[in-house]
DNA sequence: CACTGGAAAATGCCGC
DNA sequence: GCGGCATTTTCCAGTG
């Protein structure tokens, strides 16, 4: 008998979903180390990383809020659009 | 003998930070309660509840993004007085 | 005209809410910043914030479960009642 | 004159490592999509997600102290070299 | 009543 | 080793 039909327990696809996501749990971290590593080449290069980080991250806030207002728009042409 | 010298732990300054806590928490629940209300106010006035709370998100990142500017800008400031 | 009779849309009404809301919001946040320092104070007592945490986690629960109990015993009184 | 000559300011370096990390941060945020999408998927064969999630934690934990003990292993192999 | 999205809490991580 | 910050996890209301 297989291990499932002795068991009733599918290992065998579970071990897949964990291995897949172990898999690109690493792929992740390699792109945080990357990400690290160019701070850390900023920084020798005289650059604050605090500043960085913080002009990054307004950034990143800008175009979120961007796509918040989009999707507001949205709400209200819906909304709008439900009431016809 | 009192019970911190019976058993070396201070109990009566931790029962007062627990106390402390509880209280502050037992207010923050009482505030969250009344905004909730106050949606189901502004719902039974027929506004879209859902809306209202994507505004109410807008507006608030507007502010932290302000905020966040803010921040930045002292930053600045600080590394170029820093480099004086 | 009054502004919303002008453009069809009770702004006034809208706004009110906005502001009750946001005005809630800022006191939630005021205590739950309150709730921080509280901590932090009995960190620089030397407690371990932690276990603390726990502490109280446990004894909410512990709250909730005496909550229930009670409601549990309303309603088998209720229904006790509700047969005499 | 250059931007850089003219401003003082070396836009073009600060540019590039922005522009480096948004894009290596944009990679990161698809791989978590993606683990996002493979719990997901386990959720919908009938899986367990939360536990799914504690299984993996569990194996890294694991997996981090078999790392350990490599690396004190190598210290020691180091050190009982070193003494030769 | 299970699912989704969003808020809050907890944990872990990094640089100083 | 600590405080701040990002990420993760948990919780909860709303929705279909």
Do not use: C, H, W
Not at 17 to 22: A, C, H, N
């Amino acid at each position: 008998m297989s291990e499932e039909e002795t068991t009733g327990i599918p290992g065998g696809e579970i071990r897949s979903f964990v291995e897949r996501i172990q898999r690109l749990e690493e792929e992740k971290k390699t792109i945080s180390d990357d990400i690290k590593d160019v701070y850390g080449e900023a920084k020798s290069r005289g650059f604050d990383v605090k500043i960085l980080k913080k002009l990054i991250s307004i950034l990143k806030q800008d175009k979120n809020e961007r796509d918040e207002q989009e999707t507001l728009l949205d709400l209200y042409l819906n909304a709008y659009q439900g009431e016809q």
